[in-house]
């Protein structure tokens, strides 16, 4: 399986070399690390000019207007050419061992479409950030995602999916609205593909909290948060509409809920509600919130999100 790195920059000339470094210093070498630069205003682009333009395995995307991180997403999947696509902030460093770990986790877990890792905080915090409290197969999360806004990944920098997903996912027209925090595209638009999802409960990448982090640690409006909701809305009814899936997917909700080796209880109260409010015959109801139960019972995980 080919594999690229995509590095998205914006005024980070303080980082961005470290970040590319710890993308060169893999023990298994990507194929291929794609530098998006957003048009900073600072010298980031000279700084990658002068010091990646002539190597073999780093490829510079320089725009020439500021998009935001979702427009460089897309830029930097056009710009590539791997199977799996992992990412990497600017202000981020992976573990030297990532790559060579992950890699072998897709080709010992064949149905893994979509993997997230924990994260090193450090800097101006230092902790481990987790998900769960081991690794998890997370089954599919399409109809938990689309009836109850199920996020299911973590920080952009631990993420990596196959490429086949973001095709499905990508172009997002609304580039806008996805300025910032972009990766909530990655992890919503992976499950609404219905992709695989596992979690690795490994911190294989270190996530530098510095104060000047593009959303971490900030405080946010009231307003922003209406603004991010209506942000939400409109992605979802491109996805849904793009997928052409049904009105009545929740139907299906005991199903997909199967597909989970071990839930949590959160996530048997997600299906379990989405079951309940899902329109059907009432048999049927019953013996599908009946099944969820059973399930749930024989087969669940005490370790939560």
Not at 1 to 8: A, E, G, V
Not at 10 to 33: K, T
Not at 99 to 109: E, G, N, T, W
Not at 181 to 203: E, Q
Request: proline share 3%; net charge neutral; charged share 25%.
């Amino acid at each position: 399986m080919k594999t690229s790195i995509l590095i998205n920059n914006y005024n980070y000339q303080d980082y961005v070399v470290d970040a590319i470094e710890s993308a060169l210093n893999q023990i298994v070498p990507a194929d291929e690390i794609v530098v998006v630069d957003d048009f900073s205003s600072d010298l980031s682009a000279e700084i990658l000019k002068n010091k990646f333009a002539q190597s073999h395995q780093v490829k510079l995307v320089l725009k020439n207007a500021n998009e935001g991180q979702l427009a460089a997403f897309q830029d930097g999947l056009s710009a590539s050419t791997g199977d799996i696509i992992f990412f990497l902030d600017a202000d981020d460093l992976y573990q030297n061992d990532y790559i060579k770990i992950a890699l072998k986790f897709y080709q010992d877990h064949s149905d893994c479409d979509f993997l997230f890792t924990s994260a090193e905080l450090f800097g101006n915090e230092e902790r481990i950030a987790t998900c769960y409290d081991r690794t998890r197969d997370l089954g599919y999360s399409k109809i938990s995602t689309i009836y109850r806004r199920t996020w299911i990944g973590h920080r952009t920098s631990t993420l990596s999916m196959k490429r086949q997903v973001l095709n499905q996912i990508f172009p997002i027209p609304y580039l806008e609205d996805w300025r910032i925090r972009a990766d909530d595209c990655l992890a919503y638009g992976a499950s609404i593909a219905n992709a695989h999802k596992y979690y690795l409960n490994t911190p294989l990448v270190k996530y530098r909290v510095h104060g000047s982090n593009g959303f971490y640690g900030k405080a946010r409006s009231t307003e922003y948060f209406q603004q991010y909701d209506r942000a939400i809305d409109r992605l979802f009814k491109f996805w849904i509409n793009k997928f052409n899936y049904p009105e009545n997917l929740d139907q299906f909700a005991a199903e997909e809920f199967r597909s989970i080796p071990r839930p949590t209880q959160q996530e048997f109260e997600t299906f379990y509600s989405i079951t309940r409010c899902a329109h059907f015959s009432k048999p049927r109801k019953a013996l599908m919130l009946m099944l969820t139960y059973l399930y749930f019972l024989r087969h669940r995980n005490s370790s939560e999100c």
